[in-house]
Nanobody, 119 residues
Framework: QLVESGGETVQAGDSVRLTCAAS??????YKWTGRWYRQAPGKERE???????????????IYGESVKGRASISEDNEKNTLDLQINSVKPEDTATYYC?????????WGQGTQVTVSP
């Protein structure tokens, strides 16, 4: 199960940090691919960032063009989370953010967390 948190209303230029907690699966023991997506009303779902587990060898970290240079995705093995930080947020970052994690043949999704950026 994945549970996102950290969504909030912030002002343009602020930073926001989102957390995706994985329960029941110690991610440090598995090979996984983790992604953060976002979807704004009336728009298609957009990949924000992608990170592979360090096992067996970490692939390239991928960022969407709209957040490149402002976003950072990382895992926290102690907290068992996949985190996303976006700096210098813009009103166009307003969306519901979803966490996705693929472990083997299974794909897990969180329920989403809302980020709203005011001008």
């Amino acid at each position: 199960q994945l549970v996102e948190s950290g969504g909030e209303t912030v002002q343009a230029g602020d930073s926001v940090r989102l957390t995706c907690a994985a329960s029941g699966v110690p991610i440090r023991l598995y090979k996984w691919t983790g992604r953060w997506y976002r979807q704004a009303p009336g728009k298609e779902r957009e990949l924000v960032a992608q990170l592979d587990s360090p096992r067996p060898g970490r692939g390239p970290t991928i960022y969407g063009e709209s957040v490149k240079g402002r976003a950072s995705i990382s895992e926290d093995n102690e907290k068992n989370t996949l985190d996303l930080q976006i700096n210098s947020v813009k009103p166009e970052d307003t969306a519901t953010y979803y966490c996705n994690m693929e472990l083997g043949t299974e794909s897990y999704w969180g329920q989403g967390t809302q980020v709203t950026v005011s001008p």
